[in-house]
């Protein structure tokens, strides 16, 4: 649990440094990431999607049910590789949705049920582990729940890594990035999906833990 939280340290910090790094290399292109999101968003044919800026340092995500494409400011009216590279993944999402990729289709079924396990997970959890001798079936509650999430960890995985293959296609074959940019585009994605990476395995080490400690109790 401990090597998993210095690799989550160490993974955000490196992905937070590689934003503002790429965030002073501005494209040739010339373009902002809203100008970069409606581009790739109509070469491929999507025009039911809006381009909207968010609040937060990298609060960039797509919303399904709302078709919107949401961009930090940073990313939004930003002319950098940074700002290509987030808004061109998160159109990758869109790309998803558009084209019925299965893998989203899984997550976006799970998220009202992992919406609502996440409330109560823990506390159900810390509850079995001081109740265990008295109500056993109470950490087993837990177990189940953190499973869901540890499954829409997992679940993820594919859908951002494939999200940022879609992006990356996109951006060298538009030369949107070329040479170096596109190099620095990349690398700045792969160090996002490390932080996936990384959710997943301390997910499943969480699980684990949870389920040695029930396994003990039937021992």
Not at 7 to 14: D, E, I, K, L
Not at 23 to 43: H, N, P, T
Not at 147 to 157: D, G, H, K, R, Y
Request: include cysteine.
């Amino acid at each position: 649990m401990i090597l998993v939280m210095a690799a989550s340290w160490f993974v955000s910090y490196r992905l937070k440094s590689k934003f503002k790094q790429y965030s002073e290399d501005f494209l040739q292109v010339g373009l902002s990431g809203k100008e970069i999101a409606e581009k790739m968003l109509r070469d491929n044919g999507i025009t039911d999607v809006k381009v909207t800026s968010v609040e937060g340092f990298l609060s960039d995500h797509y919303n399904p049910l709302e078709k919107t494409v949401n961009l930090s400011p940073e990313v939004y009216n930003g002319r950098s590789i940074s700002s290509a590279a987030v808004a061109a993944h998160e159109c990758g999402h869109a790309l998803q949705h558009a084209k019925g990729y299965a893998w989203l289709s899984m997550r976006s079924a799970l998220v009202p049920a992992v919406q609502f396990s996440s409330n109560i997970v823990q506390w159900i959890l810390l509850a079995g582990v001081l109740l265990l001798n008295v109500f056993p079936f109470l950490l087993l509650a837990g177990v189940v729940l953190f499973a869901l999430t540890t499954l829409f960890s997992l679940i993820t995985l594919p859908v951002e890594i494939d999200a940022s293959r879609r992006a990356l296609i996109w951006l060298e074959s538009t030369r949107m990035t070329v040479g170096t940019e596109h190099d620095k585009a990349k690398d700045a994605l792969q160090w996002a999906a490390m932080t996936y990476v990384v959710a997943a395995i301390g997910s499943i080490a969480t699980l684990l833990y949870y389920v040695s400690i029930l396994n003990s109790r039937r021992n």
